[in-house]
């Protein structure tokens, strides 16, 4: 373990293509920049929160805090994971995976952005598949769960393509206007399923061991 006080460091996931880990300060600067640099189109919002859209140094500002919130307010029965995604070494986007009580419910969540330069490569979709490696391989999850806008074909596309099943409708205003959104679910027995069926891309984690008090799972 190289970094014993935050052992979290030392987790990686990882493809042939893609790395998966939580990112360092320097790093969090470069997450900062691909995502000023575009997400998504100018009369779209994917996310709950509208927060891509805000003007520099708001946007700047609310990105560090963002990822200083979930480290600092880290407890191992609520946590959220913020994992950057990296090709060849260089930043393209972040995997979150986050959960509530997760030794009790082993239920996990997640979400993602990819800078539009990554995008339409297959890249959100195997970091998804890392992803759920990770939640249902490594921490045990009996169960993952993830959401969509309606309008967002992408997301909908990755979660139908690595076979969640659909779950039900919600609605969220991020920006005053109610829209609806696509719920998703994966359980352990349909991950099982579908990764035997699909060609996904191997996975490999090394580093959780240490990890795991942290994450809820003893």
Not at 15 to 28: D, K, V
Not at 60 to 66: D, T
Not at 94 to 107: D, E, I, P, V, Y
Request: proline residues 6%.
């Amino acid at each position: 373990m190289t970094h014993p006080l935050w052992p979290l460091y030392d987790l990686r996931v990882r493809t042939a293509r893609l790395e998966l880990h939580l990112p360092t300060e320097g790093e969090i600067a470069a997450l900062a920049a691909v995502a000023r640099g575009g997400i998504h189109g100018e009369h779209e919002m994917p996310f709950a929160v509208p927060w891509s859209t805000l003007p520099s140094p708001d946007f700047e500002w609310g990105f560090v805090r963002h990822h200083w919130r979930a480290r600092g307010s880290w407890e191992p029965s609520d946590w959220v994971l913020e994992l950057g995604v990296f090709v060849d070494g260089e930043p393209v986007g972040m995997q979150a995976l986050f959960a509530k009580s997760f030794s009790r419910l082993r239920t996990v969540r997640s979400g993602s952005w990819l800078g539009r330069d990554s995008q339409g490569l297959g890249i959100g979709r195997e970091m998804r598949i890392a992803m759920l490696t990770l939640a249902f391989d490594g921490l045990g999850a009996d169960v993952a769960e993830t959401e969509a806008f309606a309008d967002n074909a992408a997301s909908i596309g990755v979660s139908r393509s690595v076979g969640y099943d659909d779950n039900g409708i919600g609605r969220l205003a991020p920006e005053g206007e109610p829209r609806d959104m696509i719920r998703f679910r994966m359980t352990r027995q349909r991950w099982q399923e579908v990764r035997a069926e699909r060609a996904f891309p191997e996975v490999v984690i090394d580093g959780l061991d240490g990890c795991l008090p942290l994450l809820g799972v003893g």
